[in-house]
């Protein structure tokens, strides 16, 4: 039973355009979210996350927006740039109900391509 | 700074072999993780410690795996006896204790069991 869901395993961006990520979960008691990139050979980095009290999160070319009512969230990239491509993992935990651990979506491979 | 370090990168080792895995975690952090990531189930959390002590080890799979933090610089994972099912990466996590810190991730060490 998956509590975070990436649904899209694989997405192919052309460079300059705009990546979207997509994530769906089903613990209303998540409230804090974040996005991992991960190049091969690697760990995952922290990139981006968001707390339920917002809807948006923004660091330069990273977007995060949250829908608490649809249970979703997505990572906007733009521009898209070659260095992009690696697999996002979206996470989530319940803060204000334990501080349970994060769980993590299976992930998504981005392919921009030049 | 140093990042999450893990020891050994890469273990090919034969059935029934005894497997350690080897964390050091960022200097500093109080909670340490170690996951496992496959094709099929993603990154799965296996267990972590607080402070030194395990608080959830609901992800290990089989009484075959144990995890150790004799101290806050370092953390074991073990595998008696391994089987080729557990041949995955697995990875080691830090983070601090502050809410809303995100976690750092080591590399990895990937494990073939034969």
């Known amino acids: 039973d998956q509590q975070v869901k990436q649904n899209s395993p694989s997405l192919s961006v052309q460079e300059g355009r705009i990546s979207i990520l997509n994530c769906d979960y089903t613990n209303s008691m998540f409230d804090y979210f974040l996005w991992y990139k991960k190049y091969p050979a690697e760990g995952p980095t922290f990139l981006i996350s968001i707390s339920s009290i917002k809807d948006k999160n923004e660091d330069g070319r990273f977007t995060v927006f949250l829908n608490k009512s649809a249970k979703h969230l997505s990572l906007h990239i733009v521009p898209s740039q070659p260095g992009d491509s690696a697999v996002y993992f979206c996470a989530a935990k319940a803060f204000n109900s334990g501080n349970t651990p994060l769980v993590f979506g299976k992930g998504t491979r981005l392919s921009v391509i030049a | 700074d140093a990042g999450v370090i893990q020891s050994p990168r890469h273990e090919v080792t034969e059935m029934g072999q005894e497997v350690t895995l080897r964390c050091k975690p960022i200097?500093?952090?109080?909670?340490l993780f170690w996951y496992r990531q496959t094709m099929m189930r993603g990154l799965e959390l296996l267990i972590y410690f607080n402070n030194n002590v395990p608080i959830d080890d609901s992800g290990m799979p089989e009484d075959r795996f144990s995890a150790k933090m004799p101290n806050a610089s370092f953390s074991t994972l073990k595998i008696q006896p391994s089987e080729p099912r557990d041949s995955a990466v697995y990875f080691c996590?830090?983070?601090?204790?502050?809410?809303?810190?995100?976690?750092?991730f080591g590399d990895g060490t990937r494990l073939s069991i034969l």
């Open positions: 996590a830090s983070r601090a204790g502050r809410r809303a810190q995100p976690q750092h």
């Open positions: 200097s500093g952090h109080d909670y």
